[in-house]
């Protein structure tokens, strides 16, 4: 019999609710920095190029995590992984709310290697509590819903209490620690549902298939390098035209961003053709427009071009995103695999975090070029990447046998998913058609 204190286990079918919140809590606090980096930059005398490293600086603890997290969750269980992750973001959180600038990085740093954690283990236990009886597209939604949710609410709760409330510099990370709190107790009571299995085939023939090369490889910094620009990149060019409300206007656009994203992976379904690579195409142009609109909005010093720029951005991201999910599912053949490792999908996702590195990039160059004419050079050498992308669109195509992929079960669980979502459902129904 359980202690008079434990709380009820949640109803079967509602089991992956709780789950579904710990995606979401750990991409808040994978986000939150977005709307702090404007409090910082007003109350501190830290200089662009060190924000902008503070920012660059999650991907070092991302791409362990994202390589570790489905070895973890197969080894010792996804709610054990996903469970202790989410301890290390409180804690990330907590050390963020100091406030001074080495537990800034530290924070950081300890964030990223957490989200990179949960985004493959809590993905994949957020399905597979879903159930059996649950479609695997519709698992893999709830937990691109999760994920997006998480990412959009983490700017903007963390704008809206750094701009009304008292401490914006402690208090959104302190609200985040307690999120992760209350979600760790909501999931203290959760099945396990690979309770420390040996770890089962993973696969990476994808990342070394030709066509990832020239077709995936090219477009992969874009999809993080796409919303970075439009939620970290652009807001502070105009902080001066929204005085007094920087933090709010900061969190609202990364929010419109990520919503923009979230809404377009799945009509990078619709696109995807398994002959070519029009779906990539069609979402590397939208990056560039939004480059080049986002140069527009730098130029002129518009507010309004700036949140225009954000949701063109934004859907190129999910765009960009989806396409390249659904090109390493096709790459990804079903015999081939070795035990222990990381997925096709986590290495890809390591590749996509490269975009990650662009405040940082242009914040080191900004002092030898205007940032009309950086973001006009960023969409000059996508210009490239769709040029190398499009010689090689119908080039390299993986066999019959791998054009479509058997449906997702637990053994490629995890080779599903990736930071910002899982990989968009291919569904056939009226929705994504």
């Not at 579904?20 to 809590?25: G, K, L, R, Y």
């Not at 656009?253 to 990539?280: I, N, W």
């Amino acid at each position: 019999m359980g202690s008079s204190n434990d709380m009820p286990a949640p109803h079967p079918t509602r089991h992956w609710l709780p789950a579904a919140a710990a995606v979401a809590v750990a991409a808040w606090g994978a986000n939150q920095f977005t709307a702090l980096a404007t409090v910082y930059r007003a109350r501190t005398d830290w200089s662009a190029l060190s924000l902008a490293a503070m920012f660059s600086v999650y991907l070092l603890g991302l791409v362990p995590g994202l390589l570790l997290g489905g070895p973890a969750a197969d080894r010792y269980g996804r709610r054990q992984t996903v469970r202790g992750a989410l301890g290390l973001s409180a804690a990330a959180s907590v050390l963020l709310a100091l406030g001074d600038e080495p537990s800034v990085y530290a924070a950081r740093l300890g964030t990223g290697f957490a989200a990179g954690l949960v985004f493959l283990a809590g993905t994949t236990w957020l399905r597979e509590l879903s159930g059996p009886e649950v479609p695997p597209e519709d698992g893999a939604r709830r937990a691109m819903y999760a994920t997006g949710t998480g990412f959009a609410a983490g700017a903007l709760v963390s704008g809206v209490i750094a701009e009304w409330l008292p401490g914006p510099m402690a208090l959104p990370g302190l609200a985040h620690a307690l999120g992760c709190l209350l979600v760790l107790r909501a999931t203290r009571r959760l099945p396990e549902t690979a309770p420390g299995r040996c770890a089962p085939q993973h696969h990476t023939a994808a990342v070394r298939h030709p066509r990832f090369r020239y077709v995936v490889l090219p477009a992969s910094p874009a999809v993080l390098g796409a919303a970075t620009v439009a939620y970290v990149v652009l807001p502070p060019l105009v902080a001066d035209r929204v005085p007094g409300y920087a933090p709010l206007f900061s969190g609202l656009v990364a929010a419109l961003t990520l919503t923009a994203g979230v809404v377009a992976q799945p009509f990078a379904a619709r696109l995807d053709d398994a002959d070519s690579a029009r779906a990539t195409l069609t979402a590397m142009a939208t990056v560039i427009a939004g480059l080049l609109l986002g140069a527009l909005a730098a130029a002129h010093d518009s507010v309004g071009l700036v949140v225009a720029a954000a949701v063109v951005l934004g859907t190129g991201y999910g765009l960009t995103l989806g396409a390249g999910l659904h090109e390493v599912e096709r790459l990804t053949p079903g015999r081939t695999a070795r035990p222990g490792g990381p997925t096709s999908a986590s290495l890809y996702q390591s590749t996509t975090s490269s975009g990650f590195l662009t405040p940082l990039l242009l914040a080191g160059t900004s002092g030898h070029a205007s940032y009309p004419a950086l973001l006009a050079g960023m969409a000059a050498v996508g210009l490239l990447c769709l040029a190398v992308t499009a010689a090689h669109s119908r080039r390299h195509l993986p066999g019959p046998e791998h054009r479509h992929p058997a449906p997702a079960g637990r053994g490629k669980s995890e080779d599903a998913s990736v930071q910002s979502g899982p990989t968009p459902p291919r569904s056939r129904r009226r929705w994504a058609e």
